[in-house]
C-alpha cells in the first residue's frame, strides 16, 4: 500500500502547511495560561456505573434525590473548567427524582421493576442534536454523567469517546431510532446516521443499547453466547497513507500491538494482518457517499443550507473570510465541511466513482470479515489532540468515515482493560460472548496498572470494529 511519488509530494505539502499552521497557533497563544484541571470526583455515587446504580436504588440502598443532588453538584463544580453542558433542567431532574423515590417505595419488589425499568433513577445527559447542548464525551469523562445520548454519521459518538476515555457505541443503521434529532437525515445519509450509547463505565453499553433499542433489540441477539476462541480475529494498523491524514501515533500502533499479543496468548488464536487498499480513500469516499442520491433519486441536503438555518444558503468561502476576522458565527470544521460539499459538486463523474468504490470496500469487507470476523482498526490517527490542532488536520476523521453497511463499531477507551476487552466484544459481536472472569484479570494486569483510572488512561485507546449480520437479521 506504498504512496506513489505524487502522492508522497501532496502529504508532505500539506504536513508542511499543518506544521506552519500549529506554529502559528503556538504564536498566537503564547502566554501563561490558566490551570484548567478537573478535580477527582469525590461523592462516592458519582463512581459507580449505571447498571449498579440502579441495583441501589431498587434495592433502597439510596434515593434518587440523592443521586441527583451528587450529580448536579458535580456539574455545578467542573461545568465553569469543561462548559460542556450549556442547557440545564437540575429543578425538574429533582422533581422526577422525588417522583422514581414514591415509585419505589410503594412497589412490591425489585424483579418487575428491573425487568420493566432497567436504569429508573438513573441520571444521563443528551447530545445536543437532540436540542439539548452539551459535549457528551467531556461530561461523562468529568463524572456529570454516568450515561449519555449520541449521535453518529462521521465520528461524533466514536471521537468523542476516544478523545475523553469513555465507551461509544455506534450501531448498525436502524437498530436504535434517530426520532427527535436535529438535523433529521435525508436521502442517502438515511443509511449513515446512528444513535448509541455513550458511558463511562464499559459494562453500561449493553444495556443502554437493549433500552435504546427497545424492539429491534431481538435482532442482536444479544442473549446468546459466541466462544471468542471460534471468532477470526483481524489486525489493520493504519489506512495506507491517505495524503489527508495524519500518520498513526505510536502510542496507538503500541497499544493496538498489546491487544493483537494477548489475544494471542490468552486466546489461542491466530490474529491475521490485513491491508485494505481502498481505505486510503476513506475521506473521499464519505465526502462523495455523504452527498450521493439514494435508490430513489433523491438528492441529500445540502448542509450550506442546513447552517442557513432556515434563511439563504451559507456560502462557506465569504464564511472562511469571515472566520478569519473573527466575524461568522460558524466553526471552522462546519466552514471546511461547506467547502469540501461545494468542490465535490464539481465534479459528478469522479463523484460517481467514488461511491463505485465505496460499494466495492463493502463487498471487499463483508467477504473479508463474513458473519465471526472482528477487525482491530485505530479509531483515529492521533491520541487526543490539544484544543485547536485538529484545525490544522481538518480530516483525519476519515478514520471513523467509512460508510459500510450493516456495521457495527464499539469505540473502546482504557478503564481498567479486562473491562474493555469483555464488555466492548459482549456488545459488537452480534451475541453475547462470555469471558472468564481469570482472562479479565490477566488482562488488566497485561495493559493498566491496578487501579488506574479511566482519565489517566486517555491516550492509550484503540477500538474494536465489527462488520456483522446485524442488520441482515432484521
Known amino acids: 500500500m506504498a504512496l506513489s511519488r505524487a502522492e508522497r509530494c501532496v502529504a508532505r505539502l500539506l504536513r508542511?502547511?499543518?506544521?506552519?499552521?500549529?506554529?502559528?497557533?503556538?504564536?498566537?497563544?503564547?502566554?501563561?495560561?490558566?490551570?484548567?484541571?478537573?478535580?477527582?470526583?469525590?461523592?462516592?455515587?458519582?463512581?459507580?456505573?449505571?447498571?449498579?446504580?440502579?441495583?441501589?436504588?431498587?434495592?433502597?440502598?439510596?434515593?434518587?434525590?440523592?443521586?441527583?443532588?451528587?450529580?448536579?453538584?458535580?456539574?455545578?463544580?467542573?461545568?465553569?473548567?469543561?462548559?460542556?453542558?450549556?442547557?440545564?433542567?437540575?429543578?425538574?431532574?429533582?422533581?422526577?427524582?422525588?417522583?422514581?423515590?414514591?415509585?419505589?417505595?410503594?412497589?412490591?419488589?425489585?424483579?418487575?421493576?428491573?425487568?420493566?425499568?432497567?436504569?429508573?433513577?438513573?441520571?444521563?445527559?443528551?447530545?445536543?442534536?437532540?436540542?439539548?447542548?452539551?459535549?457528551?464525551?467531556?461530561?461523562?469523562?468529568?463524572?456529570?454523567?454516568?450515561?449519555?445520548?449520541?449521535?453518529?454519521?462521521?465520528?461524533?459518538?466514536?471521537?468523542?469517546?476516544?478523545?475523553?476515555?469513555?465507551?461509544?457505541?455506534?450501531?448498525?443503521?436502524?437498530?436504535?431510532?434517530?426520532?427527535g434529532q436535529f438535523p433529521n437525515a435525508q436521502g442517502v445519509r438515511t443509511s449513515f446516521l446512528c444513535t448509541g450509547p455513550m458511558c463511562r463505565y464499559a459494562e453500561d453499553l449493553e444495556l443502554m443499547l437493549r433500552v435504546m433499542a427497545g424492539p429491534s433489540v431481538d435482532?442482536?441477539?444479544?442473549?446468546?453466547?459466541?466462544?471468542?476462541?471460534?471468532?477470526?480475529?483481524?489486525?489493520?494498523?493504519?489506512?495506507?497513507?491517505?495524503?489527508?491524514?495524519?500518520?498513526?501515533?505510536?502510542?496507538?500502533?503500541?497499544?493496538?500491538?498489546?491487544?493483537?499479543?494477548?489475544?494471542?496468548?490468552?486466546?489461542?488464536?491466530?490474529?491475521?494482518?490485513?491491508?485494505?487498499?481502498?481505505?486510503?480513500?476513506?475521506?473521499?469516499?464519505w465526502s462523495a457517499m455523504m452527498s450521493s442520491k439514494d435508490s430513489d433519486g433523491q438528492e441529500a441536503q445540502l448542509f450550506t443550507d442546513?447552517?442557513?438555518?432556515?434563511?439563504?444558503?451559507?456560502?462557506?468561502?465569504?464564511?472562511?473570510?469571515?472566520?478569519?476576522?473573527?466575524?461568522?458565527?460558524?466553526?471552522l470544521p462546519a466552514i471546511a465541511l461547506g467547502l469540501t460539499e461545494k468542490v465535490m459538486k464539481l465534479n459528478p463523474g469522479g463523484n460517481a466513482k467514488l461511491v463505485s468504490m465505496g460499494k466495492s470496500l463493502q463487498e471487499e469487507m463483508e467477504a473479508l470479515l463474513g458473519p465471526d470476523g472482528v477487525l482491530l482498526y485505530p479509531s483515529h490517527p492521533t491520541i487526543a489532540p490539544k484544543h485547536n490542532s485538529p484545525i490544522c488536520m481538518p480530516f483525519n476523521f476519515a478514520y471513523t468515515g467509512e460508510q459500510l453497511q450493516p456495521l457495527s463499531w464499539v469505540q473502546a477507551g482504557l478503564q481498567h482493560t479486562s473491562s474493555l476487552l469483555q464488555h466492548s466484544m459482549l456488545c459488537c459481536f452480534t451475541r453475547r460472548v462470555s469471558i472468564p472472569d481469570s482472562w479479565c484479570c490477566s488482562a488488566e494486569r497485561c495493559f493498566a496498572a491496578p487501579g488506574q483510572g479511566l482519565c489517566s488512561c486517555f491516550t492509550v485507546l484503540w477500538h474494536l470494529y465489527l462488520l456483522s449480520q446485524w442488520g441482515r437479521s432484521g
Open 219 to 285: 435482532k442482536l441477539r444479544l442473549n446468546e453466547k459466541v466462544s471468542l476462541e471460534k471468532i477470526r480475529f483481524l489486525c489493520m494498523d493504519h489506512d495506507g497513507g491517505s495524503v489527508f491524514v495524519s500518520p498513526v501515533d505510536k502510542e496507538i500502533l503500541q497499544a493496538q500491538k498489546k491487544v493483537v499479543e494477548h489475544l494471542e496468548s490468552e486466546l489461542g488464536v491466530q490474529v491475521q494482518h490485513v491491508a485494505i487498499h481502498k481505505m486510503k480513500y476513506s475521506f473521499q469516499i
Open 16 to 179: 508542511l502547511l499543518s506544521r506552519a499552521c500549529l506554529a502559528l497557533l503556538a504564536l498566537v497563544a503564547r502566554g501563561p495560561a490558566p490551570p484548567r484541571a478537573v478535580p477527582p470526583p469525590g461523592h462516592p455515587l458519582l463512581l459507580l456505573p449505571a447498571r449498579r446504580l440502579a441495583a441501589r436504588l431498587r434495592a433502597r440502598q439510596v434515593t434518587c434525590v440523592e443521586v441527583v443532588e451528587a450529580y448536579v453538584e458535580r456539574i455545578r463544580e467542573v461545568n465553569p473548567l469543561i462548559n460542556a453542558v450549556v442547557k440545564d433542567r437540575f429543578e425538574e431532574a429533582l422533581q422526577e427524582a422525588r417522583q422514581v423515590d414514591q415509585l419505589l417505595s410503594e412497589s412490591p419488589g425489585n424483579d418487575c421493576l428491573e425487568e420493566k425499568f432497567p436504569l429508573l433513577g438513573v441520571p444521563i445527559t443528551v447530545k445536543e442534536a437532540f436540542s439539548l447542548h452539551g459535549g457528551e464525551g467531556c461530561v461523562l469523562a468529568a463524572a456529570c454523567s454516568v450515561t449519555g445520548v449520541g449521535s453518529d454519521i462521521g465520528g461524533s459518538i466514536r471521537m468523542p469517546a476516544f478523545f475523553n476515555g469513555i465507551f461509544g457505541h455506534k450501531p448498525t443503521t436502524g437498530v436504535v431510532p434517530n426520532d
Open 306 to 331: 442546513l447552517l442557513g438555518d432556515h434563511g439563504k444558503p451559507v456560502w462557506p468561502l465569504w464564511e472562511l473570510v469571515k472566520w478569519l476576522v473573527g466575524m461568522s458565527s460558524h466553526t
